[in-house]
């Protein structure tokens, strides 16, 4: 499975930016994906992840809970980040990635597999 993340950028303090990213070679549509952040002096922190849009298969970190969002369209192939409310530490990259469970994915597991990433820098 390859995963294409773009959509990062700069945005001020209480602005929006939204994350797309786009999954080819997946053969069904019932995987595990989402998003992580990586600090260069932290460890990774998962941000969302998802199955379908029925919210009791989705998992949003508590950091974030309130002000992003996060939504899977299959017959595009795509998941989308919506995040808004931005705080400066919410800077970070930020990678599409693939979990092998829900589960895995709250407990903050290492992916299967993982994008390149895009950057996400909130400015005062």
């Known amino acids: 499975v390859q995963l294409q993340a773009s959509g990062g950028g700069l945005a001020q303090s209480g602005g929006s930016l939204t994350l797309s990213c786009a999954v080819s070679?997946?053969?069904?549509?019932?995987?595990?994906i989402g998003w992580f952040r990586q600090w260069p002096d932290r460890e990774r922190e998962e941000v969302t992840c998802?199955?379908?849009?029925?919210?009791?298969?989705?998992h949003i970190a508590e950091s974030v809970r309130g002000r992003f969002t996060t939504s899977k369209n299959d017959d595009e192939k795509t998941i989308h980040l919506l995040m808004n409310s931005l705080e400066r530490e919410d800077t970070a990259k930020y990678y599409c990635?693939?979990?092998?469970?829900?589960?895995?994915?709250?407990?903050?597991?290492?992916?299967?597999?993982w994008g390149q990433g895009t950057q996400v820098t909130v400015s005062s």
């Open positions: 998802i199955i379908n849009n029925d919210d009791r298969y989705k």
């Open positions: 990635a693939i979990w092998s469970s829900l589960l895995s994915c709250r407990r903050g597991d290492r992916p299967l597999s």
């Open positions: 070679g997946a053969t069904q549509d019932d995987y595990v």
